[in-house]
């Protein structure tokens, strides 16, 4: 058995000739669609299953030369009905004998020619004249006039206008049935631009033990593998023949960085097989062959900035050289500002071969797509060429450390004196000058420099860039006690990085590794199912890229990619927070409540879990790092909702909500929970006028079904769960003015970035719809409540997402047909609309890499005034007299206005201008309905909730 994997992430598992699949196997296409069956040099020829998930369509049956022929049944559904033919094919079309079935019960049997319906034959509802067919005055275009529902007639008009290879699509998902980007982003991310060398300490995903139960697993599949050959008389020729495919362990790197991590975890792996292949050599008396491995790690390493992994694939070749010295080649590559020039030419030599025309000096382990390929040449070909450029190269260097405060470094971080005075760090001060005086070579390192990357408009930024400004001792552990200074820092650093090299160097040699490497915002990607099929990664590491798109639209779409076991975990880092513990960090992200962000990731199908002790970040470096683990939800996760300490934990989070001025007896509260005299309570805090909301948003979801016990009390306890959580994520909370002066105090005070959109509410009902029954009604009756009852329409704020609401459930019942939301909410004729905005302000003025805009459209009426009062109060606070706290006019204006006359659209994207381009310019795309009563659009960054362009009109 073989497992082989294509560029554009289809992944075929089974037995082989050439390379080619033959005999037995399954493919399985980037979409999540697969066949299962029998093949012939790489077609699909015997018997066999395709199904295609996304456009719900079943063929089971006979293949020949990749084409349905012979005998096979197609089943489609749509609508919640289904259509299936039973019958002969030739070429991918009905011909000959079949049988038309419908889900209500009627059929007919019927003659083919080409897919065409020629002939009729006597069946349920239909006239028989004694002949054994239709009257002809039934007949209108060769199809039946039968007593059939609309939309039995939809599916048989679908069924037979199919000419062409249904399958043809099944390879490539289009385009207009992916949904955008659920996060919110900045306009622009500054806070990496920095630094390219890690300033957290590198870590493995798996510890040498967890590696090694992974891998006894896939020993025993390989153990009971060997036995059954060994019946059949057929024969391996090592342990490797089995294992190597029996067990293939995937791992997805999201914001990968400087390639510590992954290597550390490659690490493990190595020690943990190597483990067990001495075992079990010695148990087949072949003590000296432990050459091959019993398993296949793939790593899939992704990062959005291209020039980090444009350096990532030139270590890895330069790691891998058959060159003497090739490991301290490589560290000194990956640190070093200045190099050697023995070290200089291996890095010559791997880009010669990244650079290959036809990629054919690429070795097999290592993978790029043409898209990846594209966006990483540009850095290889300057860094190829770049010796004339680098005349003044301290001046760069010693420009970028000053940025920092004489080399304090970006963060946590400290340079090391060696790194300070030569821009060396992998060799001690002394022995740099000792080099030196023997008249040994020293040039500058291009991996430390961007000569491509195009800054944004009215930028200051020259080129080359030097880009790290803080050295490597922030990057391992190792380092971190160590005093900043020169031989004792080279030593340590050559001892992390020695073992991380030679795992790679043995994986690679051993055929026991692959890498693929994809360019691209990752929550872009994952949108588009870049990342490969459903279901195929043992973990997947997220960095802290959480901090910057939203740590539930990271679990939404990656909780779809792991393998179903409890072992599988997503690991999510969070840095740009106050928090110092999960609870921390989940008090202050949607929905602010523990409990409640607890049940819904259960709901969603993921448990949290604190990384293992060896794993965990050392109390100096700051960081909220979180398993979720794999879980398949229960009534038990749904009956939690309601236990007691759920309920305690709701009280809290609702009196918590509440102003100083209304007094609650809080175990009066607990016992009268989702009773109707909570309406006291609700009335209570509407006689307060303070802005927020929350107290409001969740009596009135506790307060929705009046229910007392059973089903109905679990009921209402999701809707105020869940309306914690739509609240948070649909009225995102302007900054304070202490914020404004000292960008700083938005990590100090745990400031909530509005990364959450429409969008990712939408898809977590969808996630808990879709992962179990349990969640199913209580999804589905919380969507038909929201656009039911006013109450929740009606909050300030809230009812002005009431339209991007309806926009995302219409795009996601187009992009998912089989969504266990369909058909709640009605269908919404949508169009997509590019608008070119004119800036008011200077988008571009760096605010600290944490105020830069944060976007949303604005959509008013002819006779709405709200534009202007928002331009005319822009940084006006006032100080409540009830909180004594300031708060923002703009919020209270937007909160004030109504759904007729205002709207907001959140899920835009804005493709940002070169830096040739109108710096007072943006283009924005985004989904509106086909009508809709709003003349006029402009941005609003949903931070300040201040208006930042000029309006543009929105035409017919």
């Given amino acids: 058995m073989y497992t082989l994997q294509t560029k554009s992430m289809i992944v075929y598992h089974g037995t082989c000739i050439d390379r080619k699949p033959h005999g037995f196997g399954r493919k399985t296409f980037a979409n999540g669609s697969y066949y299962e069956g029998d093949w012939k040099l790489g077609k699909r020829h015997g018997s066999g299953i395709f199904h295609d998930p996304q456009r719900n369509v079943v063929y089971e049956g006979e293949w020949r030369h990749g084409q349905r022929d012979g005998s096979g049944r197609c089943r489609r559904t749509a609508l919640g009905n289904w259509v299936e033919y039973d019958g002969w094919w030739t070429k991918n079309r009905k011909n000959g004998e079949g049988t038309l079935r419908w889900s209500n019960g009627r059929s007919l049997r019927g003659n083919w020619q080409e897919g065409q319906l020629m002939k009729i034959e006597i069946d349920k509802g239909n006239r028989d004249h004694g002949n054994g067919c239709i009257d002809p005055q039934d007949m209108s275009l060769n199809f039946p006039r039968m007593q059939m529902d609309p939309q039995d007639v939809a599916l048989l008009l679908i069924e037979n206008a199919e000419h062409d290879n249904p399958l043809a699509g099944a390879e490539s998902a289009g385009k207009e049935t992916l ?129 980090t992994l444009a350096r990532d694939a030139a270590l890895l070749l330069a790691a891998v050289s058959d060159e003497p010295n090739a490991i301290e080649a490589a560290t000194a590559l990956w640190c070093d500002a200045l190099v050697t020039a023995p070290e200089r030419s291996r890095l010559d030599t791997a880009l010669d071969i990244l650079l290959d025309a036809d990629a054919q000096a690429l070795p097999k382990w290592l993978t790029l797509d043409q898209e990846t390929r594209n966006l990483l040449e540009p850095h290889w070909r300057a860094w190829r060429k770049s010796d004339a450029q680098f005349d003044s190269d301290q001046e760069f ?226 960081i909220v790092r979180t398993r979720w683990n794999f879980h398949e939800p229960t009534a038990r996760d749904v009956d939690s909702l309601v236990s007691g300490d759920a309920i305690k934990s709701l009280v809290q989070d609702l009196v918590h909500g509440l102003p100083a001025s209304v007094k609650v007896d809080k175990k009066v509260l607990e016992e009268q929970l989702l009773q109707p005299e909570l309406q006291m309570l609700i009335e209570l805090a509407r006689a307060n006028p303070g802005p927020e909301a929350l107290n409001e948003a969740l009596a009135n979801a506790l307060n929705q079904s009046r229910a007392r016990k059973g089903q109905a009390r679990i009921k209402a306890a999701f809707e105020s769960t869940f309306f914690l959580f739509l609240h948070d994520v649909l009225v995102p909370q302007p900054v304070t003015p202490d914020m404004l002066r000292d960008p700083r105090q938005t990590i100090a005070g745990s400031y909530p970035f509005p990364t959450h959109t429409v969008l990712s509410a939408t898809l977590m009902l969808a996630s808990i719809a879709d992962r179990s029954e349990h969640g199913r009604d209580l999804a589905r009756d919380f969507l038909a409540a929201y656009f039911r009852d006013s109450e929740f329409r009606e909050l300030p704020h809230v009812r002005l997402r009431g339209m991007a609401l309806r926009i995302m459930c219409a795009r996601l019942q187009r992009a998912r047909p089989d969504t266990a939301l369909r058909g709640v909410v009605g269908s919404l004729p949508c169009r997509s609309v590019t608008l070119d905005f004119e800036t008011i302000v200077d988008v571009w003025k760096p605010k600290g890499g944490l105020l830069e805009p944060a976007l949303a459209l604005l959509l008013v009426t002819p006779s709405s005034r ?91």
């Avoid at 650093?493 to 890498?515: D, E, M």
């Fill in 179 to 307: 949904l955008p980007s659920p996060a919110r982003r900045k306009l622009v991310d500054r806070i990496m631009a920095s630094f390219v060398i890690g300033n957290t300490h590198g870590r493995a995903l798996w510890t040498s033990q967890e590696a090694s139960a992974r891998l006894c697993n896939g020993h025993e599949a390989a153990s009971h593998l060997r036995k059954r050959r060994k019946r059949d008389n057929s024969s391996a020729k090592n342990i490797g023949d089995i294992a190597t495919n029996e067990e293939d362990l995937r791992f997805l790197y999201l914001g990968v960085g400087d390639l510590r991590n992954p290597l550390k975890t490659l690490h493990e792996l190595e020690v943990a097989a190597l483990s067990e292949l001495a075992q079990e050599s010695w148990l087949q008396g072949e003590r000296n062959k432990i050459s091959v491995s019993t398993h296949h790690a793939h790593f899939v390493l992704n990062d959005a900035s291209t020039l």
């Fill in 397 to 622: 260097r010693v420009a970028a450390i000053r940025r920092f405060g004489d080399g304090a470094g970006h963060g946590r971080a400290q340079t090391s004196q060696s790194w300070l005075e030569t821009g060396v760090s992998s060799r001690s001060a002394n022995r740099v000058q000792s080099l030196q005086a023997s008249d040994e070579s020293f040039v500058p390192n291009p991996l430390l420099y961007d000569f491509v990357s195009t800054a944004p408009p009215s930028s200051a930024q020259t080129s080359p860039l030097f880009i790290d400004s803080q050295g490597p001792t922030g990057a391992f552990s190792e380092l971190a006690n160590l005093k900043p200074g020169g031989t004792a820092l080279a030593q340590v650093l050559g001892s992390c990085w020695r073992p991380l090299w030679s795992s790679l160097r043995q994986a690679v040699a051993r055929g026991a590794v692959s890498i693929e490497l994809v360019a691209g915002d990752c929550i872009d990607l994952l949108s588009r199912h870049r990342f490969g099929a459903r279901r195929c990664y043992a973990a997947i590491d997220t960095s802290n890229v959480a901090d910057y798109v939203g740590l539930w639209n990271l679990l939404l779409l990656c909780e779809p990619l792991l393998e179903p076991r409890k072992q599988a975990f997503v690991q999510t880092e969070n840095i740009l927070t106050a928090a110092e513990t999960l609870e921390d960090l989940l008090a202050s992200t949607p929905p602010r409540s523990v409990t409640a962000a607890l049940d819904l990731a259960a709901l969603m199908g993921l448990i949290p879990a604190p990384a293992p002790a060896e794993l965990a970040p050392d109390p100096d470096e700051k």
């Fill in 866 to 956: 709200l534009a202007e009062r928002l331009r005319r109060d822009v940084g006006i606070f006032y100080i409540d007299e009830t909180d004594g706290l300031e708060h923002n006019q703009n919020f209270e204006h937007v909160s004030k206005a109504t759904p007729r006359h205002v709207q907001v659209v959140d899920n835009v994207r804005v493709i940002v201008p070169t830096k040739d381009g109108a710096s007072n310019m943006l283009t924005v795309q985004a989904t509106l309905p086909s009508k809709h009563p709003y003349a006029r659009a402009y941005l609003l960054d949903v931070q300040t909730y201040s208006i930042l362009t000029k309006s543009v009109h929105l035409g017919d």
